[in-house]
């Protein structure tokens, strides 16, 4: 029952930027972490970023920290995700994700829940 829409993907230039959203419709995910995943043709799902419930503990892949931040507005149960600087190797579908916080050995999401996609192209 519970709904994940991303939206704010585009094709855009190596060093624009682009801000990424997902919206909890239905039945929300009220009490879990939320993040944020990517994928490339031909590769495995990878970790981008991830937040708790409360916002006060983030972490990010080595490949985007400093250059991605990721927010939330549990109000509007929403979770963002801003970009920049991007890469041509930053082009994949990206996928809004909500489960739990994982602090062991690292700080990561478990994904219970999925959203649809949204592609995100730099071109160099």
């Known amino acids: 029952q519970v709904q994940l829409v991303e939206s704010g993907g585009g094709l855009v230039q190596a060093g624009d930027s682009l801000r990424l959203s997902c919206a909890q419709s239905?039945?929300?995910?009220?009490?879990?972490?939320m993040g944020w995943f990517r994928q490339a043709p031909g590769k495995e799902r990878e970790f981008v970023a991830v937040?708790?419930?409360?916002?006060?503990?983030?972490n990010y892949a080595d490949s985007v920290k400093g250059r991605f931040t990721i927010s939330r507005d549990n109000a509007k149960n929403t979770v963002s995700l801003q970009m920049n600087s991007l890469k041509p190797e930053d082009t994949a579908v990206y996928y809004c994700?909500?489960?739990?916080?994982?602090?062991?050995?690292?700080?990561?999401?478990?994904?219970?829940?999925w959203g649809q996609g949204t592609q995100v192209t730099v071109s160099s």
């Open positions: 937040i708790s419930w409360s916002g006060g503990t983030t």
């Open positions: 239905g039945r929300t995910f009220s009490s879990g972490a």
């Open positions: 994700a909500a489960g739990g916080l994982v602090g062991v050995p690292t700080i990561t999401l478990r994904p219970a829940y």
